[in-house]
Structure formats: structure tokens, C-alpha cells
DNA sequence: GCGACAG
DNA sequence: ATCTTGTCGC
């Protein structure tokens, strides 16, 4: 497929990539072993077409930050729900390449194959950085599941299309739930794993949690665009 | 037509 | 997503 800059694209041309990324993504059981996992995240000022981008990276499984990789892009694609991707990859990709090393996994801020055509920002992430990956939502996008029980690990399938594409997870007692789904060399039940793993002591588990605070802390002036080693 | 709708 | 005010609980 050729280069295509996402900011012009109409709705119907956005839905043809995604159709034809969608014939990439991998699912499977995560093999390699994790050392180095990052967590994603974009924040910006509402109304404004600055997007500030973010990759995390935390040593695994302790989860202590060694690194982090911050760029700023415009961006004019508008947000269309199941079109998430289109506003926040290029920023992402610009992060990622400027990563010295690369993480073994990425937890991005949004779903992965739990999308109305199975290609949320997470498997579009992945596909095009051929990295794997984890989608971890705070809302669902589609599909059905019943309440996990209240207690901190309780899980529940989320059905879409009569598909299990992803889990809703309880990271905390009495909490809302979180909606974790594969993003690209990755299934089901591995990426509920791995996010299992990486709840801390908040609801939203410490990859996604850490990425969004840098990434205000980005928009707030409070550090600078580049990479940072914090080993 | 009606309801749902990641960030 | 961001902004804001108020409340509950450790």
C-alpha cells in the first residue's frame, strides 16, 4: 500500500485502510519473553490541532521507568469513534522512532481488535511498527460482556460477533473495569495476562498510567519533546 | 428509525 | 480528550 498522510483522508478512505490492514494483524500467543513494556498515550488541548505523543518505558515486571520518548505533531483528522488510529499513529510513530531501543511489548490507550472491524488504534499501531501490542480501554467501543465480579482480577469475555475479542478486567475492588483486547502479535488471553501484571496501585494499570501523565506533563510545558533515559 | 459511540 | 467543582475516604 502506498504512503498516505492521514489528515485528508475521508471517512470511507480511512475504512479502506483499515480493511486492508486488518489482513496483517497477527493473533497468537505472546511467545517471547518480556523484559522492557511501554505504555502509549496522546494528549491535547481541546479544540487545537496539537497533539502531543508519548512511549513509556518501564522495566518488566517491576514496572519502574527507564525511558521515555515525547514528540509533537499536528494533526487534522477529526475524531470519529472506530477512527482513533487516524488521529493518533503518525504522532505515535514519530515516538517510536525515536526510541533507541525498542520495547519488547506496547500498551496502547485504546482497543485493539475489540473494533467494529477489528482494527482499533492498537492493532494499527502494531501492524505498522510490527511491534506487539495490547489495546487497554476505559470505555468500550462494541461488543457485549457481563460485569465482572467486584473483586481486584475478576474477568469477563467481551463478545463481539460471536468472537471473544478482548476481556473486561476488574484491576481494582469496586472499581469501574477496563477493557483490554489484543493489538497485534498477541491473543486474548496473553494480553490479559500481561495487563494483569501491570496493575499497580491505581485502576488504570501503570503503562497507560505513566504514559498519560507524561504526555500532560509534555502539554503542560513541564518537560521537553525528545527522548529521555531515566536508567 | 433508534441507540451506541475508544480518545 | 480537557475543564471544573464538590464529596468521600484513608
Not at 479502506?16 to 500467543?29: A, C, G, S, W
Not at 482480577?153 to 489484543?182: D, M, Y
Amino acid at each position: 500500500m502506498e504512503y498516505v498522510n492521514y489528515d485528508n483522508l475521508k471517512v470511507t478512505a480511512a475504512t479502506e485502510i483499515q480493511n486492508n490492514l486488518r489482513e496483517k494483524i497477527l493473533i497468537q500467543p505472546r511467545t517471547c519473553p518480556v523484559n522492557v513494556i511501554a505504555g502509549t498515550d496522546i494528549s491535547f488541548n481541546k479544540f487545537s490541532t496539537t497533539v502531543y505523543a508519548g512511549i513509556i518505558l518501564l522495566r518488566f515486571p517491576e514496572l519502574t521507568p527507564i525511558g521515555y520518548s515525547l514528540v509533537k505533531k499536528e494533526v487534522h483528522f477529526p475524531y470519529v469513534p472506530g477512527y482513533l488510529a487516524f488521529r493518533e499513529v503518525p504522532a505515535l510513530m514519530d515516538a517510536w522512532e525515536q526510541l533507541p531501543l525498542k520495547p519488547d511489548l506496547l500498551v496502547v490507550d485504546g482497543h485493539g481488535i475489540a473494533h467494529p472491524r477489528r482494527m482499533g488504534v492498537a492493532s494499527h499501531f502494531g501492524v505498522l511498527a510490527n511491534a506487539p501490542t495490547i489495546g487497554c480501554a476505559k470505555k468500550v467501543l462494541c461488543g457485549q460482556y457481563e460485569e465482572p465480579a467486584p473483586a481486584q482480577g475478576s474477568h469477563s469475555p467481551l463478545i463481539f460477533k460471536n468472537e471473544a475479542v478482548g476481556a473486561v478486567l476488574r484491576t481494582k475492588n469496586a472499581v469501574k473495569s477496563v477493557f483490554v483486547s489484543p493489538g497485534h502479535q498477541m491473543d486474548v488471553e496473553s494480553a490479559l495476562d500481561i495487563v494483569t501484571q501491570c496493575i499497580g496501585r491505581y485502576r488504570i494499570p501503570e503503562p497507560t498510567r505513566l504514559a498519560h501523565h507524561l504526555v500532560n506533563q509534555f502539554r503542560l510545558g513541564e518537560i521537553n519533546e525528545g527522548y529521555k533515559d531515566l536508567s
